[in-house]
């Protein structure tokens, strides 16, 4: 007969390691910005920037450190880029800046510009901005000057935020709403091709091919002249952009995390989530998906296996990518924390 008590000693070890298997984040460090923020991480070699609503920008090492610290006039209105040795960020107040990124050290300022809230883009020579109208700039990302324009489509401004554009080759992808994904050469701005993709909002590509998703639920893969090599319509809404990882497009749905093969553009994978998933990142095949819970929920996935193997709520929510930097994930909570996770074996 076995005794009360080392039964009891017995189901709560299980309960220990089976907590302990469902629960592969681990919370290393967490940093305030300062204020509540909606840019997302941007990755650089020293670790990752971050603006927000007080107007800081601040470079976040993978130590969870704030190397430095930058206040700009107003509130930053988009995710920022880096291009070389530079930063270049935009406020609510029409005011686009130049920073150095090893220190934080304005080095220009252009007062009365566009707000800007579509995330920025650079392909390291240049910094592509997407105006609310869906005028198209090029700037110098050294001193803010305008090295190309392209006027808005004619069909109209957009209606919802849009993901930044791609650099593919020698091409930027712009998805363009209404106006379908266009692509546009980096050095002239003179229109490459475009494809009528109706309500196009994301666009993603691995250098190669150009995969871009529609409000209407529908995925296309392009090559780099815009010929269509597939197009799927699928019956769910994409609250955030697709994801590429090997083989796979992944899509963060209302009701579920779906894989799709790049080559065909066939379901391989799908697994359900409780609340909207709104982003996904994928490492060493584990898939960290935010979810729109507003206590800032975390799943980890590692297909085959379609239920997660782990959860972490950052009690913030959290609306952008997550970032890894090794054996760590980063995530930007809606008031402008950074929590950095140790992602152990799950």
């Not at 305030?32 to 470079?59: C, H, I, K, M, Y």
């Not at 080095?107 to 707000?115: F, Y």
């Not at 920025?120 to 240049?126: C, Y």
């Not at 296996?305 to 980063?330: C, I, N, Q, Y």
């Amino acid at each position: 007969m076995i005794h009360p008590l080392p039964r009891a000693c017995c189901w709560l070890l299980a309960c220990i390691a089976l907590s302990a298997c469902r629960r592969p984040l681990e919370k290393v460090f967490e940093v305030s910005t300062d204020g509540a923020s909606r840019t997302g991480l941007v990755t650089t070699p020293r670790g990752v920037l971050v603006g927000n609503e007080t107007g800081f920008l601040t470079l976040v090492s993978r130590e969870g450190e704030a190397v430095w610290r930058t206040r700009l006039e107003r509130e930053i209105s988009a995710r920022p880029v880096v291009a070389g040795d530079h930063v270049v960020a935009t406020t609510r107040g029409g005011e686009w800046v130049g920073v150095s990124l090893a220190d934080g050290a304005v080095k220009w300022r252009l007062a009365g510009q566009p707000v800007v809230t579509t995330p920025l883009t650079s392909d390291g020579e240049r910094v592509y901005v997407v105006l609310e109208d869906l005028a198209l700039r090029a700037i110098d990302p050294a001193t803010g000057s305008q090295l190309w324009e392209r006027p808005p489509p004619p069909n109209g401004p957009k209606r919802r935020p849009l993901q930044a554009p791609v650099v593919a080759g020698e091409v930027l992808a712009v998805p363009m709403l209404q106006g379908g994904v266009t692509a546009f050469e980096r050095a002239t701005g003179a229109v490459a091709w475009h494809y009528p993709l109706s309500l196009a909002c994301f666009v993603v590509t691995d250098g190669e091919t150009i995969y871009a998703v529609s409000v209407e639920s529908k995925v296309a893969a392009l090559d780099a002249k815009g010929n269509k090599k597939w197009e799927k319509a699928l019956d769910r809404p994409f609250p955030g952009p697709p994801t590429l990882a090997g083989d796979r497009l992944y899509l963060p749905t209302s009701a579920e995390v779906l894989a799709l093969s790049t080559a065909t553009g066939d379901q391989t994978w799908s697994a359900p989530v409780a609340a909207p998933a709104v982003a996904v990142a994928v490492s060493g095949g584990a898939l960290v998906v935010p979810t729109a819970d507003p206590t800032g929920r975390v799943l980890v996935f590692r297909p085959p296996s379609t239920e997660p193997v782990g959860h972490f709520r950052v009690d913030s929510a959290v609306r952008s990518v997550p970032v890894f930097a090794g054996d760590r994930v980063l995530l930007l909570g809606s008031d402008g924390r950074v929590v950095g996770l140790r992602l152990t074996g799950g």
